[in-house]
């Protein structure tokens, strides 16, 4: 008798399953499914009152598996790779050896579209080390954006597509021209300054859609995504 062959997503889903039984054994089950949430983009344990709650203080954005997931994975693991000395890992195969831990990332999250998208810009930017070629991040998303209504064209209802694609279009787009506003510049740390001013830029992005998509809005929103997105 032939073994039961199952899908990428039924082993992604197993995966997830495992990662629930984890939170809620070592957390109450509240605690337990935020973090799944966040972490995997799972929001199937959320109750609705969390859910609104989220919604209404803008934070719908985080609970997207997408591109902070991947520089949290990526950056710490491309500086641990960079004290590598040796001749034969050069830079473009520095590059090389993360992708492997971002794809997985994504198989764990169920490829959801957020996740995709940031994973196929973080391919992008590969690419460009790879070939010496200077990375467009506004052309990448471009292209995430083609290749995934290539894939599903109803992913443009999917309301974590439209947060990830937005809070991304608002960190290339508004974040720029925040940074050479003197209000702005005058602020001391550079790395608080940036963390400020993108979490300010995201919402002022993410704001419109926000109120499209749940009919409502809170201002206090703003002040929590500047604390919250960095």
Same mark, same amino acid.
């Given at each position: 008798?032939?073994?039961? *062959?199952?899908?990428?997503?039924? &082993?992604s889903?197993?995966? *997830?399953?495992?990662?629930?039984?984890?939170?809620?054994?070592? %957390? +109450?089950?509240?605690t337990?499914?935020?973090?799944?949430?966040?972490?995997?983009? +799972?929001?199937?344990? @959320?109750?609705?009152?969390?859910?609104? !709650?989220?919604?209404?203080?803008?934070?719908?954005?985080l =609970?997207?598996?997408?591109?902070?997931?991947?520089? &949290?994975?990526?950056?710490?693991?491309?500086?641990?790779i960079?004290k590598?000395?040796?001749?034969? @890992?050069?830079? *473009?195969?520095?590059?090389?050896?993360?992708?492997?831990?971002?794809? @997985?990332?994504?198989?764990?999250?169920?490829? %959801?579209p !957020?996740?995709? *998208?940031? %994973?196929?810009?973080?391919?992008?930017?590969?690419?460009?080390?790879?070939?010496?070629?200077? &990375?467009?991040?506004?052309?990448?998303?471009g292209?995430?954006?083609?290749?995934? =209504?290539?894939?599903?064209?109803?992913y443009?209802? +999917?309301?974590?597509?439209?947060?990830?694609?937005?809070?991304?279009m608002?960190?290339?787009?508004?974040?720029?021209?925040?940074?050479?506003?003197?209000?702005?510049?005058?602020?001391?740390?550079?790395?608080?300054?940036?963390?400020? @001013?993108?979490?300010f830029?995201?919402?002022?992005?993410?704001t419109?859609?926000?109120?499209?998509?749940?009919?409502?809005?809170s201002?206090?929103?703003?002040?929590?995504?500047?604390?919250?997105?960095?």
């Amino acid at each position: 008798i032939a073994g039961k *062959r199952h899908s990428v997503q039924y &082993y992604s889903s197993e995966i *997830r399953e495992c990662i629930k039984n984890i939170l809620i054994k070592n %957390s +109450d089950e509240g605690t337990a499914s935020v973090c799944m949430s966040i972490m995997t983009g +799972d929001s199937g344990m @959320l109750e609705s009152e969390t859910k609104t !709650s989220f919604q209404k203080a803008g934070l719908s954005h985080l =609970m997207a598996v997408s591109g902070a997931h991947v520089a &949290y994975i990526a950056e710490p693991l491309k500086k641990i790779i960079s004290k590598i000395k040796t001749r034969r @890992l050069g830079i *473009r195969l520095k590059s090389i050896i993360v992708l492997p831990f971002v794809l @997985l990332l994504a198989f764990v999250s169920g490829f %959801s579209p !957020s996740i995709l *998208r940031a %994973s196929l810009m973080y391919i992008c930017m590969i690419l460009a080390v790879v070939f010496g070629r200077r &990375y467009d991040p506004l052309n990448s998303l471009g292209f995430a954006g083609i290749i995934l =209504m290539i894939i599903n064209p109803c992913y443009v209802f +999917d309301t974590g597509f439209i947060l990830s694609f937005g809070a991304c279009m608002c960190l290339y787009i508004v974040l720029p021209v925040l940074k050479n506003i003197k209000l702005f510049s005058a602020l001391p740390c550079k790395n608080l300054k940036e963390g400020l @001013l993108s979490g300010f830029a995201v919402s002022l992005g993410i704001t419109p859609i926000v109120i499209n998509m749940f009919n409502g809005f809170s201002f206090i929103s703003i002040l929590v995504n500047i604390i919250a997105s960095p």
